[in-house]
């Protein structure tokens, strides 16, 4: 029985490093374009502190939700599921799992002031040192 599940942790650690490969690829090439083309709204919305990035790779309201946030964030967070499904496929992983290393791979590209959800839920600034990052995130994120 303990075989059985040290080879199920080491299946899912390595699907985790797949994803994560796969996740860092995908927020690199459609970060890229994704900087080019950013609506002022959402820039405005990111350094005020309104939105932030969450645990489980999508973007979440800080305080009060106006409905144009809450639009913004719900937009934002289907284009970012439709293409965490498509690359999970391609990475033999699950959605969820890929959507959290995604997560963490966001969360910690964040910069000094912006927003972030902590592994315990809490919203937390981004501060000059690391981010707080949930236990499952690859380590190397670099």
């Known amino acids: 029985m303990d075989a059985r599940k040290g080879m199920q942790t ?17 927020l690199g090439g459609v970060a890229g374009v994704a900087l080019a083309q950013r ?3 959402y820039e405005a919305a990111r350094k005020s502190g309104a939105i932030g990035e969450r645990t489980d790779g ?38 969820e799992e890929y959507s959290l290393t995604a997560g963490c ?19 937390q600034t981004r501060t000059a040192g690391a981010p707080m990052l949930d236990a499952r995130c690859p380590k190397n994120l670099g």
Do not use: C, F, H
């Not at 289907?78 to 033999?92: G, L, P």
């Open 39 to 41: 609506d002022p709204a």
């Open 105 to 123: 791979i966001a969360i910690s590209r964040t910069v000094p002031g912006e927003k972030y959800q902590a592994p315990d839920g809490t919203w």
């Open 58 to 95: 999508y973007l979440g309201v800080v305080g009060a939700e106006t409905p144009e946030l809450k639009r913004m964030v719900a937009d934002l967070n289907i284009k970012r599921r439709a293409i965490y499904a498509d690359k999970a496929q391609a990475a033999n992983a699950t959605l």
């Open 10 to 26: 080491m299946k899912t650690s390595l699907k985790l490093a797949i994803a994560g490969a796969a996740a860092a690829m995908a």
